[in-house]
C-alpha cells in the first residue's frame, strides 16, 4: 500500500491563514489519494500533525479505503500536554487504524528516528516548514536524502509565536 507521511511545525499560524494552511494540506492529502496513496502516517505532535490526523480521519468518511497511522515516538509522549490536547491526543490515537510506539522512555534521539522510520515508510512527504532549523526542516533534509518526492504547503504563512 502507498503511503505518505506528515512533517511540520507544532506552532500553526493563526486567523485566516491557519484556514489558508487547512485548505492546502486538504489539498495536498486529495492529490496524494489521486496519486494512489492510501495509508497516511503522521508523527502524534501537537500542532501540524494533529491537524493532519484530524483531517484524514474526517476524509474517511469520502475515501473509506484510507487509513491513519500514527507513529508516536515513546511511550508517554503527551505527558506534557495541556489538559485539551493530551485528550485531543488520546481521541486521535483511538481513532487511528495503527498506533506504533517506537520506544518505552524518551532518549535523546527519539524524535529523530520517529521522522526517519515516517519518511522511509512512505512514497511522498507533505510538509509545512517555515524554519529550516526544526525538526521539520531535518525530515525533509532526510526526505530529500531519500529521494521522496515532497509536497510544501504553507510556504508562505509564518506560525504566530
Known amino acids: ?3 505518505c507521511c506528515f512533517t ?3 506552532l500553526l499560524p493563526r486567523d485566516q491563514a491557519y484556514y489558508q494552511l487547512r485548505e492546502e494540506t486538504r489539498d495536498a492529502i486529495l492529490r496524494a489519494i489521486k496519486l494512489g496513496c492510501k495509508r497516511f502516517i503522521a508523527g502524534g505532535a501537537a500542532g501540524y500533525d494533529m491537524m493532519c490526523e484530524r483531517m484524514v480521519l474526517g476524509l474517511k468518511q469520502e ?3 484510507i487509513t491513519l497511522s500514527v507513529y508516536v515516538p515513546f511511550e508517554g509522549q503527551a505527558d506534557g500536554f495541556g489538559i485539551k490536547v493530551k485528550e485531543l491526543y488520546h481521541n486521535l490515537l483511538n481513532a487511528a487504524d495503527e498506533v ?3 520506544a518505552p522512555h524518551f532518549y535523546k534521539g527519539c524524535l529523530h528516528e520517529r521522522n526517519r522510520r515516517m519518511v522511509e515508510d512512505s512514497a511522498m512527504v507533505i510538509a509545512y516548514m ?4 526544526s525538526g521539520t526542516g531535518y525530515t525533509v533534509e532526510y526526505a530529500k536524502k531519500l529521494n521522496k518526492p515532497i509536497y510544501f504547503v504553507g510556504r508562505y504563512l509564518k506560525p504566530t509565536y
Open 1 to 3: 500500500m502507498k503511503s
Open 8 to 10: 511540520g511545525h507544532r
Open 63 to 65: 475515501y473509506p479505503d
Open 100 to 102: 506504533r510506539v517506537l
Open 130 to 133: 517555515t524554519d529550516t532549523r
